[in-house]
C-alpha cells in the first residue's frame, strides 16, 4: 500500500488549506491524519473509514477540519480552515487494512501558519 499525501504550504493564521492523500489500492479499513509539531511527539488529527463514514477529530481540530473521502479519486481528503499558528506541523496520512494501528503511512507535507 502507497500513500501520496500532498497539499502543504505556508498560509496566514485564518486562512484555510486542503490536504490530499491519495491510496494506490482500495482495499482499506480507515485512513487517519497525523501531525507532529517541532519538538513534539506525533498526535492524531483524524481519521474516517475507507467507505467515508464515520469521521472521528481531535478536540483540537474539531470544528474546523473537516475529513472526507473523494471516491472518484481514490482519495481522503482533509480540509482545514480557521487555521492558527499552533496548528503548524509535518502532517502524515496512514492507513490500515483493519480495526487497530496504521501499518501504511505515507510521507509527510509540511504546513506553516504565521500570525
Known amino acids: 500500500v502507497q500513500l501520496q499525501a500532498s497539499g502543504g504550504g505556508l498560509v496566514q493564521a485564518g486562512g484555510s488549506l486542503r490536504l490530499s492523500c491519495a491510496a494506490s489500492t482500495y482495499s482499506l479499513y480507515a485512513v487517519g491524519w497525523f501531525r507532529q509539531a517541532p519538538g513534539k511527539g506525533r498526535e492524531f488529527v483524524a481519521s474516517i473509514s475507507w467507505s467515508g463514514r464515520n469521521p472521528y477529530y481531535a478536540d483540537s481540530v474539531k470544528g474546523r477540519f473537516a475529513i472526507s473521502r473523494d471516491n472518484t479519486e481514490n482519495t481522503i481528503i482533509l480540509q482545514m480552515n480557521s487555521l492558527t499558528p499552533e496548528d503548524t506541523a509535518v502532517y502524515y496520512c496512514?492507513?490500515?487494512?483493519?480495526?487497530?494501528?496504521?501499518?501504511?503511512w505515507g510521507q509527510g507535507t509540511l504546513i506553516t501558519v504565521s500570525s
Open positions: 496512514a492507513a490500515n487494512r483493519r480495526s487497530g494501528a496504521y501499518h501504511y
